[in-house]
């Protein structure tokens, strides 16, 4: 089936994902650091409300810099070199200027649908190899690849060796399967810290099959690509910045994000990158398969456990839809039996709303305990008593 081998996450995602079933490799906290930053939430769309007046004003966050003219004879030298290579079909390049310091570097590229591997690759070392000057090297680098509905994406900071990058960009172009995308995101400003993430998703919430089917495929045809943070999900849906920004709109099996610690002394926790297992594959499709009524749902998984939950199960309603009292107990009537035949710690939780705004919500940790304080709809409490062991 595979005859070949997306997102940038930003942080506000990769928080998200907490809750959910990922770009870095991503995501997903507990309900309750997930709960704890919505009022973070709150703050960070007041700053961008207030950056956006600013845009509107003539302000602008990015701008054109004093040399932008000596960019614009580069950008063209770029188009040019990356234009000629075999497999191209479109190229463009900018340099965005920042306070007088930061000149930041995105190549966005098209390749014909029967592109090679070897011609995703030789996008990303042309990149990695044009004669800038030295005063642009450590500054940052985008490469976005698009080639039929999937996409590759790169950082780095320009100067350095790029050929991980260019390694990630050939591996992704041997990932293929009908009926799905692959999306490939390579991050890392330093060569040693390089993360690679990748997102199959399938084509709608109607055909989660498909995505697991490629999953199965990729994991058979190519072991090689297990120590990355893979995330199998339906295809992500664009909805509109100021009315749906918090919204879930699309389902995912993810691996869990780990939150920094307050005081930065103790060491960030990352995932441990690897393959979905058959049971998180088989868990994630049930839940989208033959329901009573439309959701979403994410499926986080910890490795290792995080508060000693090892999968964390959220379900939302469609955008701009609510849950009634009775359709959250009959959700949770057909799931918690489910989960709870299997031997993991599970973060159950329903939002009622589609959007971050806190509870009350219904939640239940199946096989664990639930911490104090936090605003629980009394229709958990039955489930409560029979599901947790506190």
Not at 92 to 97: A, C, D, I, T
Not at 223 to 235: D, G, I, K
Request: proline letters at 8%; hydrophobic letters at 35%; one cysteine or more.
């Amino acid at each position: 089936m595979f005859l070949k081998a997306f997102r940038l996450p930003d942080p506000i995602s990769r928080w998200g994902a907490a809750i959910s079933p990922a770009d870095s490799p991503a995501s997903a906290p507990s309900p309750r650091i997930v709960r704890g930053i919505d009022a973070v939430r709150s703050t960070i769309l007041t700053v961008v409300l207030t950056m956006t007046a600013v845009l509107l004003s003539g302000c602008y966050y990015l701008e054109r810099g004093p040399d932008q003219a000596e960019h614009d004879r580069w950008s063209r030298k770029i188009e040019t070199a990356i234009r000629a290579l075999p497999g191209v079909t479109a190229a463009s390049h900018q340099f965005e200027h920042y306070e007088g310091k930061i000149f930041h570097s995105s190549l966005d590229v098209r390749l014909r649908d029967e592109a090679t591997p070897a011609e995703a690759a030789s996008v990303v070392n042309t990149m990695g190899t044009q004669p800038l000057p030295r005063r642009f090297h450590g500054e940052p680098m985008n490469v976005t690849i698009g080639r039929m509905a999937d996409s590759y994406s790169a950082y780095w900071l320009f100067g350095r060796d790029v050929s991980p990058e260019a390694t990630a960009a050939h591996n992704w172009a041997r990932l293929w399967a009908a009926g799905t995308e692959v999306h490939w995101s390579s991050r890392g400003g330093d060569a040693s810290r390089i993360t690679n993430a990748i997102d199959v998703q399938a084509g709608s919430e109607n055909e989660p099959h498909r995505a697991t089917a490629a999953m199965r495929s990729i994991i058979r045809d190519f072991p090689e690509l297990a120590s990355n943070q893979w995330t199998v999900s339906t295809v992500h849906k664009r909805e509109g910045w100021f009315t749906s920004q918090w919204a879930t709109n699309h389902s995912e099996r993810t691996p869990g994000s780990y939150p920094w610690p307050h005081d930065r002394l103790t060491p960030h926790q990352e995932p441990t990158p690897r393959f979905p297992s058959n049971d998180e594959l088989d868990l994630w499709q049930w839940f989208l398969t033959d329901q009573p009524i439309p959701f979403f749902v994410q499926v986080a998984v910890y490795d290792p456990p995080l508060e000693g939950r090892t999968l964390a199960v959220t379900v939302f309603p469609p955008v701009g839809a609510e849950f009634t009292a009775a359709q959250t107990t009959q959700l949770a009537d057909l799931h918690l039996p489910y989960v709870a035949g299997s031997s993991a710690v599970v973060d159950y939780t329903i939002y009622t709303r589609n959007r971050y705004r806190g509870g009350p919500f219904f939640w239940v940790v199946v096989g664990g305990c639930q911490t104090p304080g936090s605003d629980v709809l009394p229709e958990s409490q039955p489930y409560v008593r029979q599901y947790e062991r506190c």
